[in-house]
């Protein structure tokens, strides 16, 4: 599987933003996907997942301001950012790992947040 992210870019704070992550093949053979983000200078960071029944779970810092979503007929998975910060600034990357426990990584995009 082959993972495609889009729709990063540089926005003001407060601004919202639609980041987009394609896979190559079918996801549902995913059992959980994602979106990590790497700032520069700092660790990667789990950002919000989604399981293939729907559950999610997202990072404290994004609660109630991002929402992660799949859709499984478009082979697709979205991260809506509303209400963006400065320090939301970095690489997201998105992410899927199977039943097997294999995971897979696409090539980031770069949002950034000006004050």
């Known amino acids: 599987v082959q993972l495609q992210a889009s729709g990063g870019g540089l926005v003001q704070a407060g601004d919202s933003l639609r980041l987009s992550c394609a896979a190559s093949g079918s996801i549902l053979s995913m059992n959980v996907m994602g979106w990590y983000r790497q700032a520069p200078g700092k660790q990667r960071e789990l950002v919000a997942v989604?399981?293939?029944?729907?559950?999610?779970n997202y990072a404290d810092s994004v609660k109630g301001r991002f929402t992660i979503s799949r859709d499984n007929t478009k082979n697709t998975v979205y991260l809506q950012m509303n209400s963006l910060k400065p320090e939301d600034t970095a690489v997201y990357y998105c992410?899927?790992?199977?039943?097997?426990?294999?995971?897979?990584w696409g090539k980031g995009t770069l949002v950034t947040v000006s004050s």
């Open positions: 989604v399981t293939l029944g729907g559950r999610t």
């Open positions: 992410n899927s790992r199977n039943y097997g426990g294999v995971d897979y």
